[in-house]
């Protein structure tokens, strides 16, 4: 909702928004799982047992037909390729030849997002998604009808179907929507979209006199299972477990948007006794990956390809962190081929024993503007290894003010005082020296973003003082 609905729904009283809610939901649902959501879905079970071969053909295909409808179609493509392939070079592409194309960066999809469009115009049938735009002006992604459905049909089969769960049981959601506009409200802190039996919760409002208010919600409408943010789902698991509260069982969380630390899954697994399952994904919908029964990250390859790639863009072996290039299939009318999605993340090459012959993401490492550097060129980007085992520490966020300082801001349980202080700051030093200035300061809260997201490291870094990292 947004515009003049957005006010609307601001001005109401809360029963009101309940049903503004709920409307708006007969939309969303008739829009996504109608026409040919039952179909995809059918599909998506089907591949989901094709051997290494068949996967491999059935990429192949799909890969080609997208970049053949680009070259012919797409202004941007005709533009950006020109001179590089031939169309008879597409009609023999295999993955392994995508690194002969040129990496789609976030400017030029910023820039002129209709470019990508086949035949460089919107059709009436577009919805248009935006992304939280956390590291500059966000981007237009566009929809048709049979993309929506593919993409909840995939998640449906996938990563639900991995859970045990499925988007026809009660379910509630962190996002980054305004759920509860006022920001000093008493609650209720969701509002229910009665057609999918759906509890939307506030990001905005967790805090320990609230937790009991969100566990009530997830009691009285039933709730079978959790999925949003990881964050705060964390949180609520993490304030509930502080607070003596005893919260309701689920049959699975499914986290999104964030990733999710060990200590953080161990948290929300104890406190709503179930497992927690990790998707992978772009606003874009450019690739998709899931944690299976096994907690191993199955990228599912009809969604699309992710390349793994160094600093010269050349593909790294497994193993190896490397920046994340994506292909969508999901999304053909705006095709996005060799996106630079901002990603650091490792293949893993090892079977998994649920014996689905999908690859394997052994992990994905952290946001690019994540990473924290040392004057001698160090770098950090597994950031929640400072706060393991921080028995006095609710929450905590890195900011990079310089190349020689950092500012750790910390959200403190009782009985946090000098021993932690000196631990976090030799944790930080052991990782980038000891010539790291590390200041500590004591907050009552970490602001989310706009969309409500928590960012575990904040870099304030030039592009001059960038310059003067070592190589």
């Known amino acids: 909702m947004a515009g003049v609905a957005d006010q609307i729904y601001r001005a109401m009283p809360v029963p009101l928004q309940h049903l503004m809610v709920s409307a708006y939901g007969i939309y969303w649902h008739r829009l996504r799982f109608g026409g040919t959501f039952e179909e995809e879905c059918a599909g998506f079970r089907r591949r989901e047992g094709y051997t290494a071969e068949q996967w491999q053909e059935d990429t192949t295909q799909r890969l080609r037909l997208l970049l053949l409808q680009a070259f012919d179609r797409a202004p941007y493509y005709q533009q950006a390729w020109k001179g590089l392939v031939t169309r008879e070079d597409l009609e023999r592409f295999t993955p392994a030849d995508l690194t002969r194309l040129p990496v789609l960066e976030k400017k030029a999809v910023r820039d002129d997002p209709v470019a990508l469009l086949l035949d460089g115009a919107p059709l009436k049938q577009h919805t248009i998604q935006h992304t939280s735009g956390s590291t500059g002006t966000p981007i237009k992604a566009y929809w048709l009808p049979e993309e929506l459905r593919r993409s909840l049909a995939l998640r449906e089969t996938r990563s639900c179907g991995f859970a045990g769960v499925s988007y026809r049981m009660p379910r509630a959601t962190f996002s980054g929507r305004i759920v509860e506009p006022n920001p000093d409200s008493s609650g209720p802190f969701y509002r229910f979209n009665m057609v999918e039996r759906q509890v939307y919760f506030s990001a905005f409002h967790l805090s320990p006199k609230n937790v009991p208010l969100y566990l009530r919600a997830l009691e009285r409408h039933h709730i079978q299972w959790v999925t949003g943010y990881a964050n705060s789902i964390y949180q609520l698991a993490q304030l509930a477990e502080d607070g003596g509260h005893k919260a309701p069982s689920l049959k699975a969380v499914i986290t999104t948007s964030e990733k999710i630390t060990p200590e953080m899954r161990a948290v929300v697994e104890r406190v709503f006794q179930t497992k927690v399952y990790e998707e992978y994904g772009t606003v874009e919908d450019l690739m998709y990956a899931c944690d299976c029964q096994h907690g191993r990250k199955h990228i599912s390859p009809d969604a699309g390809i992710i390349e ?164």
Request: aromatic share 4%; with cysteine.
């Open 308 to 471: 793994i790639v160094d600093e010269a863009l050349r593909p790294v072996p497994a193993g190896q962190p490397g920046e994340v290039l994506a292909t969508g299939f999901i999304r053909p009318h705006q095709p996005m081929v060799r996106y630079r999605v901002g990603d650091i993340a490792i293949m893993d090459d090892q079977p998994c024993p649920c014996g689905r012959q999908m690859p394997v993401l052994k992990e994905v490492v952290g946001r690019v503007e994540d990473t924290v550097y040392g004057v001698d060129g160090r770098r950090m980007v597994r950031f929640h290894g400072v706060f393991v085992n921080q028995p006095h520490v609710y929450e905590g966020q890195i900011v990079q003010e310089a190349l020689n300082r950092i500012r750790v801001r910390v959200v403190p349980k009782p009985g946090f005082g000098d021993a932690d202080r000196a631990d976090i700051v030799q944790r930080i030093q052991q990782r980038l020296t000891d010539q790291m200035q590390v200041e500590i300061d004591l907050v009552e809260s970490i602001e989310r973003t706009k969309a409500g997201k928590f960012k575990a490291v904040v870099s304030q870094l030039s592009p001059e003082d960038l310059k003067k990292v070592k190589p």
